[in-house]
Structure formats: C-alpha cells, structure tokens
C-alpha cells in the first residue's frame, strides 16, 4: 500500500481538524476502538500512512506514558504536517470530548445525578466489537508475516489473558523478538531507552510532591503529574485519582469519582476526559479547563520527544526488532480486550445482529465507520425506550 499524496500545509491541517473533530465526537469504546476508527481512516481511506507505519505509531504510543489513543493522534498529526500538525491532531480529538464531558459535569451538578445512557451503549457496544475486530485482522496481516511472530502473539496473549501487567507484557514481548529474530550482535539498542524508560523515570520523581487545597495551580499539577506517569488503561486511572483525589486530598467523595469515571468511559473520544469532569466539580468550568490541559499535556510533550526518533528505531537491527516485538503485543493486548469487552456487549439476539450487520458493513461497503456508531446508538436508544 502506498501513501497518499501530501497536500499543502494549509489543506493537511484542515484535513486533519475535520477526522480528529469528527473522531472525538464518535469515537466511543476506548482506545482499541479508537485505534481501529484511525487505522480505517487514515490507512484505508486516506492512506496517508502504511499498515506498517500506522503499526509503529501504535506500538511508540504503548512505550510512553499517557493516553494511547490520543498519542497516536498526535503522531499522525505530526507525520502529517509537522509541528501545527501535532497540535492541530492532538487538540481536535480532545475537544469535543471535553465539551461533552463539560456538559455531563454541569449537568451532573445542576441535577444531581447522571443522565440515562444505558440505551445509547447497548447499541454501541456491539458496534465497536465488530469495527475492533476488523482493524485487528487487518493489523494482524502486515504484523504477523511469520511464524515466529505468531508465537510471540500467543505469548502476549496468554501473559494478557492471565492478568500480567500491560506494560509488562510489551517489554516481555519487545526483549523476545530480539532473541528470536537474532540481530547482528554489535547493533545497539541504546536508541530504544528514550522511547520507553526516560519518560517514566523523569515523570515519576515529581509525584512525591504532595499539592495542598482545590486551587486552580495545585489541579493542574496533579492532573499533570498523573499525565506524565500513567501507564494502563482507565482502571489504572481510578487508583491514581481514588488515591489523589479521595483518599489524600478530599476533594471528591467515592461516589463521585465512580460517576467520573463512568462518564469517561461512556462518552466518545479519549478516557482520560475524566479529568474534565473531576475538574468541574472540583473548581467549576474554570476547573475543567485547567484540569483537562494538565492530564494532556504530557502526551503532546511525549510524543514531541519520541517521534522525530521513530525512523532512526526502524534502522536500528535491535531496535527495529524491540518495536516489531511491541507491535505484536499491542494487537495481542487489543485482542484480549476485545474478548472481554465482548461479553459484555454481546448479551441477547439483537445485539449479536447489530454486531454481525456492523461487520458485513465494514466488510462489504465503504461506509464510514462513525455513521455506523450512530445507527447502533440510534438503534439502542430505540429498543431502550421500546422495552
């Protein structure tokens, strides 16, 4: 597959404004289904990138700390149209998040208590199966070109399946492809500790510091702070702020970090929006602005640092070899997420038709998968209201 060719920088940043806008209105599913919504737009449609390449984004963003699918985003802003293209990418998936979390929060506060989005998610969820599942196998074909790369799936898959540490199962996998690809002894894997190491052992000595009060500069700084050392996925982020935000600091209660969370999770666009919420109500509109900057801004710093690296990995034996090892574990870590999101999407005979219909969709025709999204939610709200 080729690339497209590349417009002028006004047309590239207006192209990307349109796909990350449109992304972070109906991207829902977390990160694995935003990465299959890119990987359709960006590789099959669009072809601005290559399988290949669109892969190495997916496995740089799992070795940085930070949001995944947001990172990549940002990466494929960046190779798109450079430095604005980075910010153009980064923040239009972003916004539209945050204002729909915004609203939920004033919402939240004005009433009292979540709006009913049970009926939008039994639509949804099937939905997203059907497109993460797509993108994997059309991942799984430029990634798994060989036996020994099948193995190594396998392995990331039961290491991922028993419950091994996400991170984990990527430098497991990274350090197995090098032993088994066998690079030439005197190349050097020096290039690889920026990507992955650096980033966490910077980040991770500035959360010691314990912030006092709910003001605007000490949100920002927690928020920040958790930003430049998160590692995982939104489970992962409810022991960081239950911690932060209940536990040390009494800003929030229990209860109003579950719907936090919750609502992070059931709106479109990145997870990591929670911090939106938790912000609103912590210090108002004010509060969701400054904690919203300060969970993403690292990840722009992140990839900032990491990408402009990237081609020189790819030369590199060894460290070409880490990242093809990472690569595999990433699609192996969708893989098992998607089982398990499976079972609990998949729950009577009209969501398995809308997963099977959503599939020939995908298969079959060339429509796009975000108006694909919406039938289903349409579909959920219906049968919802019907019930």
Known sequence: MQRATTPSPRHALTDLARLFLRLGSTAFGGPAAHI???????????????REEFLDLVGATHLIPGPN???LAIHIGFLRAGWAGLLVAGCCFILPAALIVGGLAWAYVRFGALPQLGGLLYGVKPVVIAIVAQALWRLGRSALTSR????LAIVAVAMA?????????????GLLAVLVLRPPPTASMAVVAPVGLWP???????????????????????????GSVLFGSGYVLLAFLRS?????????????????????QVTPGPVFTTATFVGYLVAGGAGAVVATVGIFVPAFFFVAVSGPLLPRIRRSRVAGAVLDGVNVASLALMAVVTIQLAGAA????????????SAGLLAGTRLNSAWIVVGGALIGVGASALA
């Open 36 to 50: 299959a919504m890119m990987e359709d737009e960006v590789v099959t449609r669009r072809r601005w990138l290559t």
């Open 200 to 226: 966490a052992a910077v980040a991770s000595g500035g959360m010691a510091a314990a912030t006092t009060g709910a003001g605007l500069w000490p949100l920002f700084w927690f928020f920040a702070k958790v």
């Open 148 to 151: 020994t790369r099948e193995g």
């Open 69 to 71: 699918s947001t990172e």
């Open 244 to 264: 932060g935000l209940v536990v040390d600091r009494a800003w929030l209660t229990e209860a109003q970090l579950l719907d936090a969370i919750a609502i992070g």
């Open 346 to 357: 998949l729950v009577d005979p009209l969501t398995v038709a809308l997963a099977l219909t």
């Open 161 to 173: 399946m028993f419950g091994i540490n996400e991170f984990a199962v990527l430098a497991i996998v």
